[in-house]
């Protein structure tokens, strides 16, 4: 399919490129193939030398740091959206965190204050997010964030993140209802397990990825292609009739209910 037209004269905010493996920038270059003009937000210095270059590989208007927890600076960020466009098209919304240490043993021992911030980065900014978007974006508009099966069932070295996409999926849904009047959609990719820094900071992640690959009704493992693909159609007027949507990109592993009769042995963990 020739998607070089499919967003052509759009324009929106991506946030959370973390380097040149992460989602958010496959989204990020497809939606420029595909015609749209994209803003790049990001947190802190570290992540300002790696958005950058990227930036420029898009040919990004603008590129803005945003930190999430602070409401005034998502206000202020959207202020200068509206500065240089006026109005916008999409918002993908790239954005979790917890403590990599608490990520470890169980959830029974999740800090509070781990638990508040997992919560409110993970979750409550894409509220804080789809609430100044939605102030100056167009009817049909857009909002996409990522989700995971962890907040579905189990998942092991997941802990405190599966409640916080819990709460972003149902948020997901009281949104698109609040946003409905204005033509606003809302909507979740929810991936299954691929190589990215976020995934670096997960416990046994080689064995999640060989269980989903042996026991997902296409025996293989997602692509950031696959992904890509997904939001393009969330984003685009493809998808004009959907909101409100868990979208699951993961080879279908989230329909399987136990392991594959056909799995070789040597996969099982020793």
């Given at each position: 399919m020739n998607i070089s037209s499919l967003m052509k004269d759009k324009k929106g905010l991506i946030m959370g490129v973390a380097n040149d493996r992460s989602i958010a920038w496959a989204i990020a270059k497809t939606l420029h193939k595909s015609g749209a003009q994209v803003a790049l937000a990001y947190q802190g210095e570290a992540l300002k030398k790696r958005v950058y270059p990227l930036a420029d590989e898009i040919k990004s208007p603008l590129i803005l740091e945003c930190n999430v927890e602070d409401e005034k600076d998502i206000i202020k960020m959207f202020?200068?959206?509206?500065?240089?466009?006026?109005?916008?098209?999409?918002?993908?919304?790239?954005?979790?965190?917890?403590?990599?240490?608490?990520?470890?043993?169980?959830?029974?021992?999740?800090?509070?204050?781990?638990?508040?911030?997992?919560?409110?980065?993970?979750?409550?900014?894409?509220?804080?997010?789809?609430?100044?978007?939605?102030?100056?974006?167009?009817?049909?508009?857009?909002?996409?964030?990522?989700?995971?099966?962890?907040?579905?069932?189990?998942?092991?070295?997941?802990?405190?993140?599966?409640?916080?996409?819990?709460?972003?999926?149902?948020?997901?849904?009281?949104?698109?209802?609040?946003?409905?009047?204005?033509k606003i959609r809302v909507?979740?990719?929810?991936?299954?397990?691929?190589?990215?820094?976020?995934?670096?900071?997960?416990?046994?992640f080689s064995y999640i990825l060989k269980w989903n690959e042996n026991n997902s009704p296409l025996k293989r493992n997602i692509t950031l292609d696959d992904i890509s693909g997904s939001a393009i159609y969330l984003l685009s007027d493809l998808s004009s009739g959907v909101t409100g949507e868990i979208h699951h990109v993961d080879s279908g592993y989230n329909i399987i209910g136990m392991k594959d009769t056909d799995s070789p042995d040597i996969f099982e963990k020793k």
């Amino acid at each position: 399919m020739n998607i070089s037209s499919l967003m052509k004269d759009k324009k929106g905010l991506i946030m959370g490129v973390a380097n040149d493996r992460s989602i958010a920038w496959a989204i990020a270059k497809t939606l420029h193939k595909s015609g749209a003009q994209v803003a790049l937000a990001y947190q802190g210095e570290a992540l300002k030398k790696r958005v950058y270059p990227l930036a420029d590989e898009i040919k990004s208007p603008l590129i803005l740091e945003c930190n999430v927890e602070d409401e005034k600076d998502i206000i202020k960020m959207f202020k200068e959206i509206k500065k240089k466009w006026k109005s916008i098209d999409f918002i993908v919304h790239a954005i979790a965190f917890s403590n990599r240490e608490e990520l470890k043993g169980k959830y029974l021992n999740t800090s509070k204050e781990n638990f508040k911030k997992t919560l409110d980065v993970s979750c409550y900014s894409f509220t804080s997010v789809a609430r100044e978007a939605s102030k100056i974006m167009n009817n049909g508009g857009s909002l996409l964030t990522l989700s995971y099966f962890g907040s579905e069932k189990f998942m092991p070295h997941y802990n405190v993140m599966g409640i916080a996409k819990s709460a972003l999926e149902a948020s997901i849904k009281y949104l698109a209802k609040d946003l409905g009047k204005k033509k606003i959609r809302v909507n979740a990719l929810s991936p299954g397990p691929i190589k990215t820094l976020a995934a670096s900071a997960i416990g046994d992640f080689s064995y999640i990825l060989k269980w989903n690959e042996n026991n997902s009704p296409l025996k293989r493992n997602i692509t950031l292609d696959d992904i890509s693909g997904s939001a393009i159609y969330l984003l685009s007027d493809l998808s004009s009739g959907v909101t409100g949507e868990i979208h699951h990109v993961d080879s279908g592993y989230n329909i399987i209910g136990m392991k594959d009769t056909d799995s070789p042995d040597i996969f099982e963990k020793k």
